[in-house]
C-alpha cells in the first residue's frame, strides 16, 4: 500500500488546467485587502471631504460677490441713512459712511454740524432716489437722489457709494457738501472753547496758518483776546453760502464770548480735493468792521475801543 497521502478518489495533485481551488488565491487577495484598504479609504473620504468644503467656500464667496456687487444693496444703505437723517439720528447717520469720509468728518462735531444743516435748510423729510449706475467692477456706484427739506425745499444730489467690504456698501462722499463746511466750523469753535488752540490752528489752510504766524503765535494771540473779550463760550451757526466758483463756503454765524454775546461772525471754509476742507479765514464783526479772529496782539486796543465799555449786550 502506497503511503502518499490520498484521499478517496481525488488525485494527490492538482490537474491542469482551471478548477474551483486555483481561484483559492484571489479569494484570499479579497478576503485579506480590508485591513490594508480601509485606511486608503479613509484617506480618500477626507480628501474628498476637504474638496466639497472647498468648493462650498468658494461657490460661497462667489455668491457673497456677485450679490455685493447687485443694485438693491447700494439703494438700501441710502434708504437707511435717509431714515435716520430723518429722524435726525446723526451718529446713525454717520455709521453708514466709509472710513475715508468719516476721516474728513469728525465724529464729535458730525452731529452739530448735520444739526446745522437741517437749522440752515430746513429738516430733511423725504428723500427719492432715482437711478443707480454700478461700475463694471461692481466696486462702486453712484445714485441720483432728490432730497426735500422743509425751508428749501427740493434738492437734487448724486451720491457716491463703494463696496468697503464684500457685500457692503457705504458714503465716499458726503450726501451734502454743506455738511463738511459746517462740520469744519462746528470742530474750529469746539477746540477754542476747549482751549485746544493747537488743534484749532491745524484746521486753518496753509495761507491762513502762514498769516497768523505759527501754532506758539496763534495760542498767544487766542490767549491775549479772551482776557479782552472772555472765552469762547458758543457758536450759532446761522447761514452757509457758496461763492459763485464753488471753492469757498462762506458760513455766517454768532459768537458768544465771555464778557460779549451774539457777535456777528464769518468763517470761511475751502472744500479741498480730497473731499475734506479747510479755513481759509475767521473774521468777527465790530461796528461793522471787519477783524480777524484772534486778532494780533497789536490790534486789540482798537477792539476794546470798538467794544466801548463792554455791556454784554452785544457788539
Not at 495533485?13 to 485587502?33: F, I, K, M, N, S
Not at 456706484?141 to 425751508?151: D, F, H, N
Not at 470742530?187 to 506758539?216: I, P, R
Amino acid at each position: 500500500m502506497s503511503t502518499d497521502p490520498y484521499y478517496g478518489d481525488v488525485p494527490p495533485y492538482l490537474p491542469d488546467g482551471p478548477t474551483t481551488p486555483a481561484l483559492a488565491p484571489v479569494a484570499v487577495a479579497t478576503v485579506g485587502a480590508p485591513p490594508l484598504a480601509a485606511p486608503n479609504r479613509r484617506r480618500l473620504f477626507l480628501i474628498g471631504g476637504i474638496a466639497l468644503v472647498v468648493l462650498a467656500l468658494i461657490g460661497s464667496l462667489a455668491f457673497v460677490a456677485v450679490r455685493a456687487a447687485t443694485p438693491s444693496d447700494a439703494q438700501s444703505v441710502a434708504q437707511n441713512y435717509c431714515a435716520a437723517a430723518k429722524a435726525q439720528n446723526y451718529p446713525k447717520a454717520y455709521t453708514y459712511f466709509a472710513p475715508g469720509l468719516q476721516g474728513a468728518l469728525d465724529a464729535v462735531a458730525y452731529p452739530a454740524g448735520a444739526g446745522a444743516v437741517d437749522a440752515i435748510s430746513g429738516k430733511l423729510t423725504a428723500c427719492k432716489l432715482g437711478k443707480l449706475h454700478v461700475t463694471p467692477d461692481g466696486k462702486a456706484a453712484t445714485l441720483s437722489v432728490s432730497v426735500t427739506r422743509q425751508k428749501v425745499g427740493s434738492q437734487a444730489f448724486v451720491w457716491q457709494f463703494a463696496q468697503v467690504k464684500t457685500g457692503t456698501w457705504q458714503f465716499t462722499a458726503a450726501p451734502d457738501a454743506a455738511v463738511v463746511s459746517l462740520t469744519l466750523a462746528t470742530l474750529y469753535c469746539t477746540d477754542v472753547h476747549a482751549n485746544k488752540l493747537t488743534e484749532a490752528f491745524n484746521l486753518l489752510t496753509a495761507a491762513a496758518q502762514q498769516s497768523a504766524g505759527d501754532a506758539a503765535q496763534f495760542t498767544q494771540d487766542m490767549q491775549q483776546t479772551s482776557k479782552v473779550v472772555g472765552g469762547l463760550q458758543r457758536c450759532q451757526l446761522q447761514k452757509l453760502i457758496p461763492s459763485k466758483d464753488g471753492k469757498t463756503n462762506a458760513i455766517k454765524l454768532g459768537i458768544w464770548f465771555g464778557n460779549v454775546q451774539n457777535v456777528p461772525a464769518e468763517i470761511d471754509v475751502q472744500p479741498q480735493a480730497d473731499g475734506t476742507a479747510k479755513i481759509s479765514s475767521v473774521n468777527v464783526y465790530v461796528a461793522n468792521n471787519p477783524l480777524p479772529y484772534p486778532p494780533p496782539v497789536t490790534l486789540l486796543q482798537q477792539i476794546l475801543q470798538l467794544l466801548g465799555t463792554l455791556t454784554g449786550t452785544g457788539a
